[in-house]
């Protein structure tokens, strides 16, 4: 769940996604869900003239399950409170599992 | 720092005290409004596809299909219905010999009901640009681009061949051997 609270800290800001299929599609998110589906807006696709069929289309949701990488803005990332809630996380998960 | 969690709501700007001097005086009889947060059922996939029920959408497959039709249905998977679904494929530019531009075609399917897990990604098209035909794309004869479109996916078969098996050489394994994501 850490990943999904950290992503919606992002809404709004604006992210490039890269799919399995190697699209980058950049847009502001605009929503997340548990299984990191993701609804971007105002898209606009790099390398675009490879890939003719997003050309009519403004806003995408992007099944989690094809998203390689996720491209963040450095300035909206918490770095330490992110490090923290990890460790916090994973000591849960640890102590789950005991 | 210590106890706040992610989803917390980010701390007031420090420096300007509430209702100290210099500040907003309090209003009288009414609590400060709470910090504004989004609602939690905003972030469900249901949420997420409310807003494209009933829209036309282009729809891509994890075969590389591309589906353009108007979503009338869904469920928390993503599985979708698709009513009035036209099926566009396209060929890039140098497929065949002498053919500077890419073309595309599109065919009739009717009603789809695709499962969730081949959905690569969703998108609401824009009206304003929907007849406009890609850049760099022209509209051809069905059966010319079906033609054409076999052909590039052969020559890219051999390719997609060589190159894993040079990955493997080297010890790398693709992260979709076996499977062609386009």
Redesign the interface.
Known sequence: MLFFSFFKTLIDHEVTVELKNDIQIRGVLKSVDQYLNIKLDNIQVLEEIKYPHMSAVKNVFIRGSVVRYVHLPANAVDVPLLEDATRREAANQAGKGK | ?EN????DPPPPPTGMPHGGPGGMPPVLGRPPPPPQQ?PAQ????A???LD?TDKKL?V?L?DGR?LLGILRSWDQF?NLVLQSTKE?I?V?PGTAPNQPR?L?ADIDRGLFLVR??N????????LD??D?A????DLAEVELVQNLAKQRKQQEKVKEKKKVAMLAKEGFEG??LGEI??
């Open positions: 720092m706040r969690s992610i989803s989004l905003m972030f469900t996939t949420a997420q596809l494209l282009m891509a994890r591309k993503a566009r396209f890039a890419g595309y969730g897990e959905v690569l990604l969703l998108g609401e098209i824009d640009k929907e406009d890609p850049p760099g794309y992260e979709n994501l386009l």
